[in-house]
């Protein structure tokens, strides 16, 4: 089994990643989506936190010579840790905003001048968190070689938005991966299969068209 197959199959086997194609989750931004993603869970299994981090320090192989590892806050920091100490890098992370008291940081740890830095992500929706620690890494003067994160929904905005900043990235796991590996193991119906594709297409009309539609008629 490949890498993109065995991440997908664990993160379904621990409820990393749920899905309910006929009872949608909200996320935060109020879209209502057919899967949840919360990668934390990961952290609490043994061989699945193994798998990912040797996955990781596997990925990390496609990008430019790096020196240094940045977590972003607040789930990318415990797997961008991990990643460092395996290869025996310094690490730091980034913080959504800054901290409100003390020296009111929003890159913690010392980052050497000079550093090329790998930021390690561990979910990509449209991108945004990821982008916006890059490009506070990038004021500091430290060049960025690349983002990686355990997993994508594989939206067309985040590859444009990657795209935007001239930023390479790089996942484990996919969407489409994760689709093919449920209905393999029987998690998912080919129907719901299909619909959970059409999601991932148009993600904002997705729940008008397929409960709306219905509840209207």
Not at 40 to 68: N, P
Not at 184 to 201: Q, R
Request: a positive charge.
């Amino acid at each position: 089994m490949n890498t993109e197959r065995e991440i997908a199959k664990n993160l379904l086997q621990i409820k990393a990643i749920k899905l309910s194609p006929q009872n949608p989750f909200t996320w935060a931004s109020g879209i209502k989506s057919p899967i949840y993603c919360d990668n934390r869970i990961a952290l609490s299994h043994t061989e699945v936190r193994k798998s990912i981090k040797l996955g990781f320090c596997e990925l990390s192989k496609q990008f430019e010579e790096f020196d240094h590892i940045s977590g972003v806050a607040t789930a990318g920091i415990a797997h961008g840790a991990l990643l460092a100490d395996h290869l025996e890098l310094p690490f730091s992370y980034v913080r959504a905003k800054a901290k409100g008291h003390g020296k009111k940081n929003k890159i913690e740890g010392y980052i050497k001048p000079g550093s090329k830095i790998l930021v390690v992500e561990d979910l990509f929706s449209t991108g945004g968190s990821s982008i916006l620690a890059i490009q506070d890494l990038q004021k500091e003067g430290f060049e960025v070689v690349g983002v990686m994160a355990i997993f994508t929904y594989g939206f067309e905005k985040a590859k444009q938005n990657f795209k935007s900043i001239k930023t390479k990235y790089a996942t484990l796991s996919n969407y489409a991966t994760l689709l093919t590996e449920a209905k393999s193991s029987g998690y998912i119906s080919d129907d719901e299969a299909k619909t959970l594709l059409e999601w991932s297409s148009s993600p904002s009309e997705w729940y008008d068209n397929n409960f709306k539609k219905k509840q209207n008629k």
